[in-house]
C-alpha cells in the first residue's frame, strides 16, 4: 500500500529552478532495499528517467541532466525533493515520483503538470 503524492508549482519561468516534491506514504522511503526516482514525460512524447535514490541515499542521475539535476530527501517528512534548474519551455510535461523495492512491480504517484513559461 505504497502511495506517492507530487507536489509543486504548475508554472515556472524560464532560466528558473523547478522544486518538487514527492510525498511517500506506507514506506518509510530509508527502507532497506527501496528506490526512489523522478520520472518526466514531455506532451506526446515518451518517458524519460530523470534520477532516482537508493534507500541509503546514494543518487544516480541521467547523463544528459546531470549538471542541472539534484534529489535530495528530508527523513523526517518522508520526502523526495526533485530540483531542476536553468529550466526552458523543453522541460515541459508531466512529472512523476517512483518507488521500487525488490519485487517486480514499481509504485507510481498520479504525477503533476509542469508548464514553463514566462
Known amino acids: 500500500q505504497v502511495q506517492l503524492q507530487e507536489s509543486g508549482p504548475g508554472l515556472v519561468k524560464p532560466s528558473q529552478t523547478l522544486s518538487l516534491t514527492c510525498t511517500v506514504s506506507?514506506?518509510?522511503?530509508?527502507?532497506?532495499?527501496?528506490?526512489w526516482s523522478w520520472i518526466r514525460q514531455p506532451p506526446a512524447k515518451g518517458l524519460e528517467w530523470l534520477g532516482g535514490?537508493?534507500?541509503?541515499?546514494?543518487?544516480s542521475y541521467s547523463p544528459s541532466l546531470k549538471s542541472r539535476t539534484s534529489i535530495s530527501r528530508d527523513t523526517s517528512k518522508n520526502q523526495i525533493t526533485l530540483q531542476l534548474t536553468s529550466v526552458t519551455p523543453e522541460d515541459t510535461g508531466t512529472y512523476y515520483c517512483?518507488?521500487?523495492?525488490?519485487?517486480?512491480?514499481?509504485?507510481w504517484g498520479q504525477g503533476t503538470q509542469v508548464t514553463v513559461s514566462s
Open positions: 506506507g514506506a518509510s522511503i530509508t527502507t532497506n532495499y527501496y528506490s
Open positions: 535514490m537508493t534507500y541509503s541515499g546514494t543518487t
Open positions: 517512483a518507488g521500487a523495492d525488490r519485487g517486480p512491480a514499481p509504485y
